[in-house]
């Protein structure tokens, strides 16, 4: 976690526990797949955030591409007031953020990216496909969305993310999606979804959908099957 601009966002949050938190996030989200996830975002362009929390990786893209325009959406009122302190700290103006439920914003602009990261399975399962379908409504053609993840499988790393995740949640609803099963459903919406696995010496089953909205003129094709 060398990165300039990962300690400089972890010093821009006031309290401390909020600080050891983000060190924690950006321990298990480091820089590497950070770098991973942020080849597939256009250098320039609007780029949603969704379920942005402390605007952890928004203000991250957002420092290491200037051309870009972050905007963080988040239920959480006191995390979004405390990355927009951070964005100023930072002097970051090319990001903002705004006050949500994700399944209930509705967006009125395009957007060039969209990413979700570790969102998809604290969402009440029946409501993943009309949410998935609202987002893909707000990109832009040949615009791309992000999905990061972590998968039913293989089951121990299952059950050690379960009980991180019920530390963090508590009662909050939890639903890990199979591969195959997230994937048909992206699919179904016409993109072309190319996924693969995230290898990490801590035991989280991490997955990385990128999605690709299929043009009328294009076939959907075989999804590539990571391993």
């Keep these: 976690m060398s990165s300039e601009a990962i300690d400089k966002i972890i010093k821009s949050y006031r309290p401390g526990i909020i600080r050891l938190y983000s060190r924690i996030r950006f321990s298990i989200l480091r820089q590497s797949f950070l770098e991973e996830i942020g080849q597939y975002l256009p250098e320039r362009g609007k780029i949603l955030d969704m379920g942005c929390g402390f605007g952890l990786f928004s203000l991250?893209?957002?420092s290491v591409g200037s051309q870009r325009e972050l905007v963080g959406v988040d239920?959480?009122?006191e995390r979004?007031?405390?990355a927009r302190a951070s964005a100023g700290k930072l002097g970051l103006s090319n990001v903002r953020y705004e006050c949500g439920d994700a399944l209930q914003w509705q967006g009125r602009e395009a957007f060039?990216?969209?990413y979700l990261l570790d969102l998809v399975h604290h969402l009440p399962s029946d409501?993943?496909?009309?949410f998935l379908q609202k987002l893909s409504s707000l990109l832009r053609p040949g615009g791309v969305m992000i999905v990061k993840d972590v998968?039913?499988?293989p089951?121990?790393?299952?059950?050690f993310t379960w009980i991180l995740d019920r530390i963090m949640v508590s009662r909050d609803p939890i639903h890990y999606w199979p591969v195959t099963e997230l994937t048909g459903l992206?699919?179904?919406l016409g993109f072309q979804v190319n996924w693969h696995r995230m290898n990490d010496f801590l035991p989280f089953p991490h997955v990385l959908y990128v999605c690709r909205r299929i043009g009328p003129d294009e076939s959907s094709g075989d999804s590539q099957r990571g391993s």
């Excluded at 409501?127 to 009309?130: F, H, L, T, W």
């Excluded at 089951?155 to 059950?159: C, E």
């Design 75 to 77: 239920l959480d009122r």
């Design 60 to 62: 991250y893209f957002a």
């Design 186 to 188: 992206i699919e179904g």
């Design 80 to 82: 979004v007031d405390c």
């Design 151 to 153: 998968s039913d499988r």
């Design 112 to 114: 060039d990216a969209i």
């Design 155 to 159: 089951v121990y790393k299952r059950w």
């Design 127 to 130: 409501d993943v496909p009309d």
